[in-house]
C-alpha cells in the first residue's frame, strides 16, 4: 500500500500517467493496455478490496 504522504510524488505522476492513458484508450481496448484492463477487472470482482484502502 502506498503513503499518501510519504509517496506523494509517485502518486501524483501515476495519477498524471494514468488519465493520459485512459486520454488514449479509454476502454483499454488495445492489446498493449489489455493486461491493465484484466488486472482492474480482477480487483472489481471484489468489492470488499477498497475496504482495505485507508
Request: a positive charge; glycine letters at 2%.
Amino acid at each position: 500500500m502506498a503513503d499518501i504522504v510519504k509517496d506523494n510524488k509517485i502518486l501524483k505522476s501515476v495519477r498524471y500517467y494514468a488519465i493520459q492513458l485512459l486520454k488514449v484508450d479509454p476502454k483499454m481496448e488495445k492489446s498493449e493496455h489489455l493486461s491493465i484492463r484484466k488486472a482492474y477487472t480482477n480487483l472489481v470482482k471484489d468489492k470488499a478490496i477498497w475496504g482495505y484502502i485507508s
